[in-house]
T-cell receptor, first 113, second 114 residues
Framework: DSGVTQTPKHLITATGQRVTLRCSPR?????VYWYQQSLDQGLQFLIQ???????AKGNILERFSAQQFPDLHSELNLSSLELGDSALYFC????????????FGPGTRLTVT | DQQVKQNSPSLSVQEGRISILNCDYT??????FLWYKKYPAEGPTFLIS?????DKNEDGRFTVFLNKSAKHLSLHIVPSQPGDSAVYFC?????????????FGSGTQLTVLP
């Protein structure tokens, strides 16, 4: 158990809908990262927040957005969903500014039908 | 453009022998490297890491070697155990301020045969 929690574990929704994925980092970790794992793209970095502020952006679509709240939990919002958005979405966390090791949650499996 | 490459999609090893997983990278700005193990339907689990200022790091049965001139790293598992069967990902970080995003390779499926 990494100490990172993600809800829900599974999500099935229709095209055009909007969903919110939630992540709670390990106790004391300030950075939260979101990654997408799809069959054809592997594990891809989406976005990083550090202590409430966006720090890095990867291959994140404009239909997707995220935020980190004062209690350090994070939410990833996916809107206007398309079939191709079906994937595993992982959250990871790491400690302070000098930390490199990231610890991953169990993931949310999103299926868009 | 794949900046981190794992050219072997799969590897089979006998229990008790050494497993060697390889990884190559192209971006010379990467300065920290990590290995993760992943079981199906679970998140990646951190195994071991190495800074670019070192050429070897060891933790129990796991050793990571880094050859900066060749832009190559490898993970050695000795002795291999059936529970080590999983997909192994190497990942690299090019830090920029407090940005620490991981760039992953495509993974190698390790099967340890009893």
């Amino acid at each position: 158990d990494s100490g990172v929690t993600q809800t829900p574990k599974h999500l099935i929704t229709a095209t055009g809908q909007r969903v919110t994925l939630r992540c709670s980092p390990r106790s004391g970790d300030l950075s939260v990262y979101w990654y997408q794992q799809s069959l054809d793209q592997g594990l891809q970095f989406l976005i990083q927040y550090y202590n409430g502020e966006e720090r890095a952006k990867g291959n994140i679509l404009e239909r997707f957005s995220a935020q980190q709240f004062p209690d350090l939990h994070s939410e990833l919002n996916l809107s206007s969903l398309e079939l191709g958005d079906s994937a595993l979405y992982f959250c990871a966390s790491s400690a302070g500014r000098g930390a490199y090791e990231q610890y991953f949650g169990p993931g949310t499996r999103l299926t868009v039908t | 453009d794949q900046q981190v490459k794992q050219n072997s999609p799969s590897l089979s090893v006998q229990e008790g022998r050494i497993s060697i997983l390889n990884c190559d990278y192209t971006n010379s700005m990467f300065d920290y490297f990590l290995w993760y193990k992943k079981y199906p339907a679970e998140g990646p689990t951190f195994l071991i890491s190495i800074s670019s200022i070192k050429d070897k790091n060891e933790d129990g049965r796991f050793t990571v070697f880094l050859n900066k001139s060749a832009k190559h790293l490898s993970l050695h598992i000795v002795p291999s155990q059936p529970g080590d069967s999983a997909v192994y990902f190497c990942a690299a970080i090019r830090p920029s301020g407090s940005a620490r995003q991981l760039t992953f390779g495509s993974g190698t499926q390790l099967t340890v045969l009893p």
